[in-house]
T-cell receptor, first 119, second 111 residues
Framework: ETGVTQTPRHLVMGMTNKKSLKCEQH?????MYWYKQSAKKPLELMFV???????ENNSVPSRFSPECPNSSHLFLHLHTLQPEDSALYLC??????????????????FGSGTRLTVV | GQQVMQIPQYQHVQEGEDFTTYCNSS?????IQWYKQRPGGHPVFLIQ?????EVKKQKRLTFQFGEAKKNSSLHITATQTTDVGTYFC???????????FGKGTHLIIQP
């Protein structure tokens, strides 16, 4: 286990369904991220949350809706998806500040991902 | 605009040969990270480089950050079958804007 747990591991959903992906980190990190990985466009950043506030959207379609209720949990709510949204969805966490509160980049810890298939 | 290219896209080597992947930026980077993703797996953090001209080693892996902080490389000496996977560079432009990943280099090892 990486310290970042994603559920479910696999998900098949119809285009009219509503589903949610869950991510939980046990590393004490203060930032969490959603990435999309597909064969055509490897590792696209979707959303960034730092101290539970969204700081990056990256022009993601509104059919993807993130939620970060606290620093340990991150959700990705899905509705009316398209077949081209089929991909591996990866959650990651990291520290993004020093002990004095200044921004600093640290390594990311990824979960194992949710393999999403939209039919 | 800001561009970072990772090359090559694919690299076939015989087991025991060396391997190198490169990331080249059109602008100065504040830092660069490297990740490995095994087939069917998820990216795993290898290292972060911050200083101009920095060189770091992890067993058979050598990481370099160019003097101008526009280029970086990952070199593997005497590849083994366990090295198979995709190697990504990743970078941020500062602040809390998240990491952008290169397209990756797929390492294929022929025994």
């Amino acid at each position: 286990e990486t310290g970042v747990t994603q559920t479910p591991r696999h998900l098949v959903m119809g285009m009219t369904n509503k589903k949610s992906l869950k991510c939980e980190q046990h590393l004490g990190h203060n930032a969490m991220y959603w990435y999309k990985q597909s064969a055509k466009k490897p590792l696209e950043l979707m959303f960034v949350y730092s101290l539970e506030e969204r700081v990056e959207n990256n022009s993601v379609p509104s059919r993807f809706s993130p939620e970060c209720p606290n620093s340990s949990h991150l959700f990705l709510h899905l509705h009316t998806l398209q077949p081209e949204d089929s991909a591996l969805y990866l959650c990651a966490s990291s520290q993004d500040r020093t002990s004095t509160g200044a921004h600093r980049t640290y390594g990311y810890t990824f979960g194992s991902g949710t393999r999403l298939t939209v039919v | 605009g800001q561009q970072v290219m990772q090359i090559p896209q694919y690299q076939h080597v015989q087991e025991g040969e060396d391997f190198t992947t490169y990331c080249n930026s059109s602008t100065t980077l504040s830092n660069i990270q490297w990740y490995k993703q095994r087939p069917g797996g998820h990216p795993v953090f290898l290292i972060q480089l911050v200083k101009s001209g920095e060189v770091k080693k992890q067993k058979r892996l050598t990481f370099q950050f160019g003097e101008a902080k526009k280029n970086s490389s990952l070199h593997i000496t005497a590849t083994q079958t366990t090295d198979v996977g995709t190697y990504f560079c990743a970078y941020s432009w500062g602040g809390a804007d998240g990491l952008t990943f290169g397209k990756g280099t797929h390492l294929i090892i022929q025994p």
